[in-house]
């Protein structure tokens, strides 16, 4: 089981830092299409949703069930 979901993206994105995450939400959106964070505790997702897209991480699941629309989600600033 993966540990640290914040480590994780930080270095997946190529991020020096875990504060440039926000900062690089559809890197890290797209990493989240492509790869389960459920691998990680929900506890863990619940604050990484929360620090980098300011959204529960019920909303991020929600988006991801909708995957393929095209429709921007004005939550997270981005489209799906």
């Not at 089981?1 to 875990?18: A, P, S």
């Not at 990493?31 to 980098?52: A, G, M, N, R, T």
Request: charged share 35%.
């Amino acid at each position: 089981m993966k540990t640290d979901i914040f480590e994780d993206m930080k270095e997946r994105v190529g991020c020096e830092n875990i504060s440039d995450l926000p900062y690089r939400k559809r890197a890290v959106w797209e990493i989240i299409k492509q790869h389960s964070p459920l691998d990680y505790p929900k506890e863990q997702l619940e604050k990484f949703s929360h620090y980098v897209f300011g959204v529960d991480y019920a909303v991020i699941m929600g988006i991801l069930e909708m995957k393929g629309s095209d429709r921007p989600c004005r939550k997270c600033e981005f489209t799906c």
